[in-house]
């Protein structure tokens, strides 16, 4: 590959109006899928040219296209190709794999772009938005709070006041206070004080991390234009011009979030001094500001809490405000109130000792209990969305015949994906904590151990586990069945060939396999609800006994004791196999190229939105993808004046249509699109139908010159897009045969394979609609004016 050769082509900005030599040329724009590739196997050609971009993102031609718009008559009237390579945007060296600690807030982020589609609610929509912001901020609470049960309570609390733990674990003997020659570090503020610096450096950590990642991928500031339509009547928020632009509210976000972090750390140090000091014998001076430090932690908090409830998304501009003072002064100030409760838990306090648990019961089981209100208020409010929005659909297809509502789980997606978020922080929160303690905990004696609420989380995960297997076990039987009927269907469709059973078992098992994708909402539904009255019961449990369930049981019936002392158990260790073998499972998936395309397609839609409601979540590669693809579009049009064909698979579909909703509409109505098993109804429009809703989506085959959809049966991602009325046919073709040929024929002398959801330029049809797209796009004529280009379209489409 021709790396070092740079050229600048026509479409940089600055770029003269278009010269009638180039306006006859057409071009062709590939934007890959999930999994990513190179530009020479998109191109077919070994000698491939960078055009424009960096390492991390860039624009490819081949290098005998290189100067293609100067002789536009070379090419015999086929388009210019370009590739648009994005994939280290969201796969690169193993370390990656660290992002997947980030997994809950991701997916609680995803939550906030979950909701039903409305018309006329801002408010409940603001509203919503508010709730999922607060979700995030528990789950940031959440994990700095188990890193301080970690470190504080089980290693420099328990362990290290234990002369039987501090035996078996040498490294802790400096903190021992019952050594003969116990140091300064002995005490038990000054041990909690050190300690503190772990879950801090995690909090610094993540600070860093949302920083350097914003920098890096997100601040690609969109081109700059006026909003089209209002807000309230707008078909898709993606077309607003500040979309792909969060800056100020992740900025904001981030320092809230730091600062709750660094709160938390004091909190957890400042609470177990402060409350010795109100106990009898406790210095007064101390006492006084032990309160003191409590009120200030105090309004610290609620001033994190004015700062995410105070602002959302601002999307109909550019937003360039950065808050400064804000941004900076609010971390800088819980890091200062964090040092004063290290030196006020260092002081020196001869009779205090450290025994039992710090009260982390009462914090996880705060935590727990918000969350879960939180989780039920956002059922209601989706729900009265969604009932809005139902009514709508429902006049429309009374009126029209338009399709039936698809919108996943009737518009609960979002609190059930909330929910799981959630309970992923948990199951991340307990398992951590359960490891630590049994390898502090050798004997078994020697430490309390962790919350009694942590215990039974991890006491319900079994249970949870049943519940999945039946699950698993019920889309199994219907798949099974439906493998039945599609071999039938697979016999129609190739007539005339020597029935072959085993290829037509594999034939119509892929494509049952490939409609599970379609059962989703039934998991996601079944899952979350589980998850709710499991934690709930854990929840009460953990209240009511004050005890581990193994413990609660004592004194029942033989198999009520033998039920809980399992689960107890086997809860424990499938928390701590689950977390080693998922921290696994993410770095073969960033090294392995089979299995990034297994679980690309959910990650890359968990990384394609803006962070809106988490700053720590894993970076947004959209807002740096389709600012690139928006500009190359637009300077290439306005440099040449031709045809441009936007060719996207899978992912690359839905960025190829957010970046068509981003330009100006003039230029977007010079663009088609060509679309191939792309997901952009079948997950986006029913998971996220405020904004790939079917209004969304007929609104940009509209404002598009020309679209076609292509898809197979056998592709578990791709599908048709699903526009009401005669805008169905219109956009989607049929489905494609999978395989090409039944058995052997002339053309395929050898089996021909089923290929699902790759490879779909191998079909023939592929080059018959795009050459379709490219007649339909007429060259533009230099120095025409707009309107004469929009009675053009007009008459195109009308055609």
């Keep these: 590959m021709e790396r070092a050769r740079e050229h600048a082509v026509e479409g940089e900005p600055g770029s003269p109006l278009p010269r009638p030599e180039a306006a006859g040329t057409a071009l062709e724009l590939l934007v890959h899928g999930v999994g990513g590739t190179t530009p020479e196997e998109m191109l077919n050609d070994p000698r491939t040219v960078r055009i424009t971009g960096d390492a991390t993102a860039a624009v490819f031609r081949r290098a005998d296209d290189v100067d293609a718009e100067e002789h536009p008559g070379d090419r015999g009237g086929g388009p210019v190709r370009e590739a648009y390579v994005w994939c280290n945007l969201t796969s690169g060296n193993g370390a990656r794999a660290l992002w997947l600690l980030l997994l809950p807030f991701m997916v609680v982020n995803l939550a906030h772009w979950m909701r039903p589609a409305s018309h006329g609610h801002g408010r409940t929509v603001r509203l919503y938005g508010l709730l999922v912001r607060l979700a995030g901020l528990t789950l940031t609470v959440l994990l700095v709070a188990a890193s301080c049960e970690v470190a504080l309570d089980l290693a420099a609390w328990q362990c290290a006041g234990a002369r039987l733990c501090v035996r078996n674990h040498s490294w802790l003997g400096f903190l021992s206070p019952d050594r003969p020659d116990a140091g300064w570090w002995s005490r038990p503020g000054r041990r909690l004080a050190l300690a503190a610096l772990v879950p801090a450096a995690l909090t610094t950590l993540l600070w860093y991390l949302s920083h350097r990642t ?26 607003r011009p500040g979309f792909w632009y969060g800056r100020r509210l992740v900025a904001r976000l981030r320092a809230a979030h730091t600062a709750a972090g660094f709160l938390t750390v004091a909190a957890a140090v400042g609470s177990p001094a402060a409350r010795y000091d109100r106990g009898p014998g406790g210095p007064p001076v101390l006492e006084i500001l032990g309160d003191l430090l409590g009120a200030t932690l105090l309004a610290g908090g609620a001033v994190v809490l004015w700062v995410v409830c105070r602002r959302g998304r601002s999307e109909n501009r550019i937003d360039h405000g950065r ?30 000792h450290s025994a039992g648990r710090l009260p982390g019961d009462a914090v996880f089981g705060g935590l727990t209990l918000v969350q879960g209100l939180l989780v039920i208020a956002l059922c209601l409010v989706a729900g009265a969305l969604y009932r809005t929005t139902a009514e709508a659909v429902d006049a429309r297809r009374s009126a029209d015949g338009a399709p039936g509502r698809r919108t996943a789980m009737r518009g609960f997606a979002g609190p059930a994906v909330a929910m799981l978020g959630c309970a992923l922080g948990g199951v991340m929160s307990g398992g951590v904590s359960q490891r630590v303690a049994d390898w502090l905990d050798g004997t078994r004696h020697s430490i309390p151990g962790p919350p009694v609420l942590l215990t039974w989380q991890a006491s319900v995960i079994p249970p949870l586990l049943v519940v999945l297997l039946a699950l698993v076990a019920r889309l199994a039987r219907s798949t099974w069945r439906l493998r039945r009927s599609e071999m039938s269907a697979v016999e129609r469709e190739y007539p005339g060939e020597a029935r072959d059973s085993a290829r037509t078992r594999r034939i119509a098992g892929t494509r049952a396999m490939a409609a599970l994708t379609d059962r989703a909402p039934l998991m996601v539904g079944v899952l979350s609800s589980a998850t709710l009255l499991l934690g709930a019961c854990a929840l009460a449990g953990a209240l009511a006994t004050g005890d581990a369930p193994s413990e609660a049981a004592r004194g029942t019936n033989g198999f009520v004791h033998g039920t809980a002392e399992t689960a107890q158990a086997l809860g424990s260790w499938l928390i701590g196999l689950g977390f080693i073998l998922f921290v696994t499972w993410g770095r073969r998936a960033y090294k392995d190229p089979a299995a990034r395309r297994t679980i690309g397609i959910l990650w890359d839609v968990g990384t394609f939105w803006p962070r809106a409601a988490h700053p720590f979540a894993p970076p947004c590669y959209a807002e740096r993808a389709v600012p690139d693809l928006t500009w190359r579009m637009a300077t290439w049009t306005r440099a040449t004046g031709g045809r441009l064909v936007l060719s996207g698979h899978s992912q690359g579909s839905v960025l190829a249509a957010a970046a068509a909703w981003q330009l100006e509409p003039s230029v977007r109505g010079r663009v088609a699109l060509l679309t191939y098993g792309s997901p952009l109804e079948r997950l986006y429009g029913r998971w996220f139908p405020a904004h790939f809703g079917p209004a969304a989506l007929a609104s940009l085959h509209r404002d598009v010159a020309s679209w076609r959809n292509l898809y197979r049966r056998t592709d578990p991602i791709g599908g048709p897009v699903r526009l009401p009325g005669d805008c169905g046919p219109a956009v989607d073709h049929e489905p494609l045969q999978d395989p090409l040929a039944y058995g052997r024929t002339e053309r395929q002398p050898l089996p021909a394979p089923v290929l699902g959801h790759s ?38 489409s009308s055609a």
Excluded: K, N
């Design 759 to 796: 490879d779909y330029q191998a079909d023939p049809v592929f080059a018959e609609e795009r050459r379709l797209l490219l007649e339909r796009l007429m060259p533009d004529v230099p120095g025409q004016r707009p309107g004469e280009v929009a009675q053009g379209r007009s008459g195109r």
């Design 323 to 352: 808050d400064r003072s804000l941004v900076r002064r609010l971390p800088l100030g819980s890091v200062v109130l964090l040092a004063l409760t290290l030196l006020y838990a260092g002081w020196s306090r001869p009779h205090w």
């Design 214 to 239: 914003w920098s890096a991928y997100e601040s690609q500031q969109p081109i700059a234009r006026a909003a089209e339509h209002d807000e309230e009547t707008e078909g898709t928020g993606l077309g």
